[in-house]
C-alpha cells in the first residue's frame, strides 16, 4: 500500500482545509486509515482515524468537533476536514494506513508507533 496525503497550504485562523490521502496498492481499501499531526519540537499526534469502510470514525478529544475523517465510496481516498482553525494546528500532517486498528465499538485512539505505512506529510500552516 503506498500513501499520498495532499491539500495543506497558508491559511488564516478560522478558515477550513481538507486534506486527502489516496492510497493505492491492491488491498488499500481494506485498510484503515488514520491522520497524525507533528508541529515544531513536538511529538507526532493523533488526529483522526476512519475505519476500512467508512463506518466508524475516532478523532482526539480536543479536536472532535472541528476535524473530521471521512472515505470516498471506493474507500480509496480518505479526508480529514478541518474547520475552525487555529495557530496551534500548524503542523505537518501525516496519513497512515493499517488493518483493523478501530476496534468495533468504545474509542480508541491509536499512536504513531502502531503504524508502518505512511506517506510524506503535508503542511499546514495557520495564521493568526
Known amino acids: 500500500v503506498q500513501l499520498q496525503a495532499s491539500g495543506g497550504g497558508s491559511v488564516q485562523a478560522g478558515a477550513s482545509l481538507r486534506l486527502s490521502c489516496i492510497t493505492s496498492?491492491?488491498?488499500?481499501?481494506?485498510?484503515?486509515i488514520a491522520w497524525f499531526r507533528q508541529g515544531p519540537g513536538t511529538e507526532r499526534e493523533f488526529v483522526s482515524a476512519?475505519?476500512?469502510?467508512?463506518?466508524?470514525?475516532t478523532t482526539a478529544p480536543l479536536l472532535k468537533g472541528r476535524f473530521t475523517s471521512t472515505r470516498d465510496n471506493a474507500g480509496s481516498v480518505a479526508f480529514l476536514q478541518m474547520n475552525g482553525l487555529l495557530p496551534e494546528d500548524t503542523a505537518i500532517y501525516y496519513c497512515?494506513?493499517?488493518?483493523?486498528?478501530?476496534?468495533?465499538?468504545?474509542?480508541?485512539?491509536?499512536?504513531?508507533?502502531?503504524?508502518?505505512?505512511w506517506g510524506p506529510g503535508t503542511l499546514v500552516t495557520v495564521s493568526s
Open positions: 497512515a494506513a493499517k488493518e483493523f486498528v478501530l476496534p468495533s465499538r468504545g474509542n480508541y485512539y491509536p499512536r504513531w508507533t502502531e503504524f508502518q505505512i
Open positions: 476512519i475505519n476500512w469502510n467508512g463506518d466508524r470514525t
Open positions: 496498492g491492491r488491498t488499500s481499501s481494506r485498510y484503515d
